[in-house]
């Protein structure tokens, strides 16, 4: 990617790894949950759990759209 916007696009609008409004499906949701294969993000790099509460941050920004902020 070459800039943030682009890589939000690719995030958001693919429909594989989230689906604005809907925390129920999507890749994002999947690895955040550890949904096997879970590999680390950029590969190559250590894996690192996400903190108490963070996880539930993710899920409501999906679901108020995954707005661009």
């Known amino acids: 990617m070459t800039s ?10 693919s429909g ?4 604005p409004g809907d925390t129920t499906t999507g890749l994002l949701l999947e690895r955040l949950h550890g949904v096997p294969p879970v590999r680390p993000m950029p590969p190559g790099t250590p894996f690192v759990q996400l903190e108490p509460g ?3 941050l993710i ?11």
């Open 4 to 13: 943030a916007a682009e890589s939000y696009a690719s995030l958001v609008t």
């Open 16 to 19: 594989k790894y989230l689906v």
């Open 54 to 56: 963070n996880y539930d």
């Open 59 to 69: 899920a409501l920004w999906i679901q108020e759209g995954a707005l661009n902020n």
